[in-house]
């Protein structure tokens, strides 16, 4: 079946101590989402590419960062993870037609990440 | 800019009944979409149900169905026939009818839905 999986489903790092989590997707869609959520709350985009091009958003902190190697993969990285960072870390995706258009995104099962 | 308010943080409803999950949002745009997604615990998040703007139909899928007034800017949720597996947080989403890079959408806070037997 085609899907967003993310590796690992879950994460322990140390404070300060560089993470990535790894999202990947067999359904060849273009855009590529990453968001961050903590508990009880709503999914907060970080930043996302379209194809190859990285769109940040305006409050993501400089802390993260991100790669897209491919149309497949795409990766994100905590530069030096704080106790704030803790929280769940979504990917997903979508196919956005060249016209307007209904697409929606698909998301991947979360990576949830804890800074000890 | 657009905004979401889900004003409920939790509701609860007995298995088989009916429950209505309201999502109210503001923006100057004529075309858009809106969805609900569904996030149970500790599992993926997926979606419900998709409306366009420009459609005057209400959307419905099995047991979920939508009330859509465009005018009063209100997208409120109905799930007939409840079951213990609808128990999850329910996000209302809105996504501008463009396409390119800034596409994305805008959730409201959620909604915490349990289910009792």
């Not at chain 1, 855009?31 to 993501?60: I, R």
């Amino acid at each position: 079946d085609a899907m967003v999986i993310q590796n690992p489903r879950y994460q322990v790092t140390q404070f300060g101590k560089p993470v990535t989590l790894s999202c990947s997707q067999t359904l060849n869609h273009n855009v590529m989402y990453w968001y961050q959520q903590k508990s009880s709350q709503a999914p907060k985009l970080l930043f996302h590419y379209y194809d190859k091009d990285f769109n940040n958003e305006a409050d993501t902190p400089d802390n993260f960062q991100s790669r897209r190697p491919n149309t497949s993969f795409c990766f994100l990285d905590i530069r030096s993870p704080g106790l704030g960072d803790a929280a769940m870390y979504l990917c997903a995706t979508s196919r956005v037609p060249r016209d307007r258009g209904r697409y929606e995104q698909y998301f991947g099962p979360g990576t949830r990440l804890t800074v000890t | 800019a657009q905004t979401v308010t889900q004003s409920q943080p939790e509701m609860s409803v007995q298995e088989a009944e009916t429950v209505t999950l309201s999502c109210t949002y503001d923006t100057s745009e004529s075309d858009y979409y809106l969805f609900w997604y569904k996030q149970p615990p500790s599992r993926q998040m997926i979606l419900v149900i998709r409306q366009e703007a420009y459609k005057q139909q209400n959307a419905t899928e099995n047991r979920f169905s939508v009330n859509f007034q465009k005018a009063a800017k209100s997208f409120s949720l109905k799930i007939s026939d409840s079951q213990l597996g609808d128990a999850a947080m329910y996000f209302c989403a809105y996504r501008s009818e463009y396409t390119g890079a800034n596409s994305k959408l805008t959730f409201g806070k959620g909604i915490t839905l349990s289910v009792r037997p």
